[in-house]
């Protein structure tokens, strides 16, 4: 879907701590991603998990949110600023974060929109 979120928070260090979540998470989610356990159709999640999402202080994530995190996405930051890209549909977990930390977030299809809000042309595509 070539999705972009932008989150914008009060702080710098609100914007850090997303960040720091988003990259725990990011490991967290390709160190289970390899175990066979992980794709089963159990629901339940790994107590790994759990206990990681309690450190991180994340309890409204779930197994699925998690999982996001091993697929390719690419987060950035500039000040209060936090950048995500992704090509997957499925960005709740994303969203959970920045939302939890108090950010402000918006959401566009870099196929539809440019990164400076204005509508793609047939010559931007």
């Known amino acids: 879907m070539d999705l972009v979120l932008i989150g914008t928070f ?6 850090e701590a997303a960040e720091e979540r988003m990259k725990a998470l990011k490991t967290l989610a390709e160190a289970e991603w390899s175990d066979d356990a992980w ?8 107590e790994a998990i759990v206990d990681e999402l309690i450190k991180l202080n ?6 699925y949110d998690v999982d996001n995190y091993a697929f390719e996405h690419s987060v950035e930051r ?6 995500i890209a992704t090509e997957e ?6 969203l959970k974060v920045m939302l939890q ?12 929109w ?6 793609r042309t047939g010559a931007d595509s």
């Open 10 to 15: 009060e702080t710098a260090s609100g914007a």
């Open 39 to 46: 794709h089963s159709s159990v629901e339940r999640m790994p």
């Open 58 to 63: 994340l309890p409204t994530m779930g197994r």
């Open 78 to 83: 500039d000040a209060t600023i936090v950048r």
């Open 89 to 94: 549909s499925e960005i709740q977990g994303f």
């Open 101 to 112: 930390l108090g950010a402000r977030v918006q959401v566009f299809s870099r196929h539809e």
């Open 114 to 119: 440019n990164e400076d809000g204005t509508p």
